[in-house]
Nanobody, 123 residues
Framework: QMQLVESGGGLVQAGGSLRLSCAASGRTIITYAMGWFRQAPGKEREFVAATDWRGPMTYYTDSVKGRFTISRDNAKNTVYLQMNSLKPEDTAVYYC????????????????WGQGTQVTVSS
C-alpha cells in the first residue's frame, strides 16, 4: 500500500510563493505518474499538474501554466509543486496522487491519494 503525505500549505499574500511537498512511502514513485489536484470551496475538484513515469513529460491546467512547476526527487521518493505568483483564485485544498493509467488529468485514473493540504491566498 502506498502512502502519500502532503506538506507546505499555508497562508500567503497574493503574488507570493509556496512549495508543496508530497512524501511517498510503501512503494517507489519511479514507476508511477504523480499528480496534483485541488478543490476550492463550492467547486469541483480540478486537475492542476502531473508528471508521468517517463519523467520529462509534464502537464498543467491552463490557469497555472507559467506559475506552477511540478517536479520529483526519486531518491527522496518525493514530489513537489512549486507555486509562484499566487492568486486568490488558487485558494483550495491541494491533493497529491499516484497512478499508472493513461489520462493524468482524470481523478479516476489515480490509485493513491494524500490527505490534502490547505493553501489560502489573500488579496
Amino acid at each position: 500500500q502506498m502512502q502519500l503525505v502532503e506538506s507546505g500549505g499555508g497562508l500567503v499574500q497574493a503574488g507570493g510563493s509556496l512549495r508543496l511537498s508530497c512524501a511517498a512511502s510503501g512503494r517507489t514513485i519511479i514507476t508511477y505518474a504523480m499528480g496534483w489536484f485541488r478543490q476550492a470551496p463550492g467547486k469541483e475538484r480540478e486537475f492542476v499538474a502531473a508528471t508521468d513515469w517517463r519523467g520529462p513529460m509534464t502537464y498543467y491546467t491552463d490557469s497555472v501554466k507559467g506559475r506552477f512547476t511540478i517536479s520529483r526527487d526519486n531518491a527522496k521518493n518525493t514530489v513537489y509543486l512549486q507555486m509562484n505568483s499566487l492568486k486568490p483564485e488558487d485558494t483550495a485544498v491541494y491533493y497529491c496522487a499516484a497512478g499508472r493509467r493513461i489520462g493524468l488529468e482524470r481523478e479516476g485514473n489515480y490509485d493513491y491519494w494524500g490527505q490534502g493540504t490547505q493553501v489560502t491566498v489573500s488579496s
